[in-house]
């Protein structure tokens, strides 16, 4: 399907009738304010997409009182008329000798126009480059659309609102509670829902204030190379440390019972003992779980003590690993690295209030606190979150279980209630084949997005690879697989990203052979102007650009013919006209 023909009168800032007949390559220059916007907008106003207050869409200065659109594809005509005199609007499509009318025009618009694709087909340069961030249900409709998964998750849907209506006809109150448990099913699984995407975000969110800390760390090191060397002399102490640690409490920790106890070592050092005969048992765990506490190892003290029972009490010679004077030496170590590390961090806390002193690390630092402040109160959303989440869970898993026990009560009683088993079977089994053909589809989906983001991919080394998952959403990854914040790409990035992913999502889809794009190179830098438009832009059939004074400059030297219009603008409003070379 192509677009040949756009005529429309009086809409929004567009005075009287005008025209545009559309090549192979169209371009239609404007400056900004002059009507680029109000055309797209006149365009997704007649396929139904966009809404306004009806008193906004007529132009101020219209003589008459009459607007509309007629828009001619190679396979139908529609044309949307408002009469202001009567209040009055009306739709119509004229398909071959066919004539469809209002309601009937919209249902065959739908399924010959998908509302989910007209923002992508009709792209605006300027606002959709944000497609990335979409909101999950629109993304979701979007790609149910292409894959053809709109049917199964319409019966999933439906199938459950004619359970509901049979089981309401039949008037009982015990199938009534089935019902509620029913419907409070289904707000309890929203919710959950709701939770886990607010718990994303905030996680989302918690990550990038840890990224921008961690920049004005690194600020704040960077100001001091005394103060850099120091940081790194604690990091390395605190390693050492903490191996010295884990030695003297994991790896030699049942030792020391013996070491610091006169009798025992006396047993263990005479040759002609066999094992340790520990008089007084009770006693001695008792001290031994003195001891413990006051070592406070990460290891158990049932754990230490049975291990310790293990060793000391069978039936051979007993050695151990290090004596006396090793464990001293081991504690003067620990000892000596403590005092070094708190030495270290007076210093440093030196340094830093010196440069705060002179005013060199204030804004760093008030910004730390600003950021921490934020921080605080997002882990605080994200651990309510969190809670709430697991509560909803549960309720959710009651919920089921009481469900399945209520229906299989009721289900000898009504036999109404056999259909709405037979129509859960259905949404069951719609799911089923749901989530197979999503499984398939990505899958193809995938290849063909790789396939288009090899260009793309080439300029930016530190992404190996973009896709979309099961949930719809774009993951960017690295070459250790690490999953990238899409926040952090830049507007260019995002827009040039965004096209590509409209592009696949119109290919594999096949159901148009042209686009329309308004403000195509945004803000972009030449580089990426180059790349998009020799990439991407001129591979289309059909392309058709609303461009302004400097993207129009940049295309000249292009290599490819247009047929240019231009959009111009007096007091009384804007009309299109065949551009001239003059």
Sequence with gaps: MRIKRITLKNLFSFQGKQEIIFKENTLILAENGFGKTSLLNAIKLGLGQKHFKLDSILNNRANDKECFIEIDFSIFILKRIWDFRENTESFSIYLDNTLLKNDEAEEYLKEKFPPELIDFIFFDGEVEKDLLFLNSNKIKKIFEYTFDLDIFSNMIVDSKKVANKISHAIGDKEVLAFINLQEREDIVSQEILEKENHKVTLIKEIKNINELI????????????????????????????????????????????????????????????????????????????????????????????????????????????????????????????????????????????????????????????????????????????????????????????????????????????????????????????????????????????????????????????????????????????????SNLLSAGQKQILSFILINTILEFKQFIDFIFIDTPFGRLSNKNRDFIFNTYYSKFSELTLLVTSSEYDYLCDKDIAFKEYTISKNNFGSSIGVRTND
Excluded at 222 to 237: L, M, P, T, Y
Excluded at 403 to 432: C, M, Q, W
Aim: no cysteine; hydrophobic share 40%.
């Design 214 to 485: 961690r920049r004005n760390d690194l600020k704040i090191r960077h100001r001091s190379k005394e103060f850099e060397d120091i940081e790194i002399q604690i990091e390395k102490n605190s390693t050492i440390l903490s191996k010295e640690i884990t030695v003297f409490q994991e790896i030699s920790l049942y030792q020391l019972p013996l070491l610091l106890n006169q009798s025992l070592l006396a047993q263990i050092n005479d040759k002609e003992s066999q094992s340790i005969d520990i008089l007084d048992k009770k006693e001695f765990e008792k001290n031994f779980d003195t001891f413990i506490n006051v070592l406070d190892s990460t290891i158990s003290k049932d754990i230490i003590l049975k291990q310790f029972y293990q060793i000391f009490n069978v039936n051979k010679n007993i050695v151990l690993t290090f004596n006396i004077e090793t464990l001293r030496k081991i504690i003067i170590n620990i000892k000596d690295s403590i005092e070094k590390k708190e030495k270290l961090i007076f210093i440093l806390k030196e340094i830093k209030e010196k440069l705060l002193h002179n005013n060199e690390l204030k804004g760093f630092e008030e910004e730390v606190e600003v950021l921490a402040k934020q921080k605080e109160i997002k882990e605080k959303d994200l651990f309510t979150t969190e809670e709430d989440l697991e509560i909803l869970t549960l309720e959710y898993k009651e919920l089921n279980k009481k469900l399945r026990l209520e229906f299989i009560a009721k289900r000898e009683k009504y036999t109404n209630i056999k259909a709405v088993e037979e129509l859960y079977t259905i949404s069951d089994i719609a799911k089923k084949l749901y989530t197979k053909k999503l499984e398939k589809n990505l899958q193809e989906f995938n290849k063909l997005f790789a396939h288009k983001m090899e260009a793309f991919l080439a300029l930016y080394q530190h992404i190996n690879t973009i896709y979309i998952n099961e949930k719809f959403n774009i993951v960017i990854e690295d070459e250790s697989t690490k999953t990238l914040d």
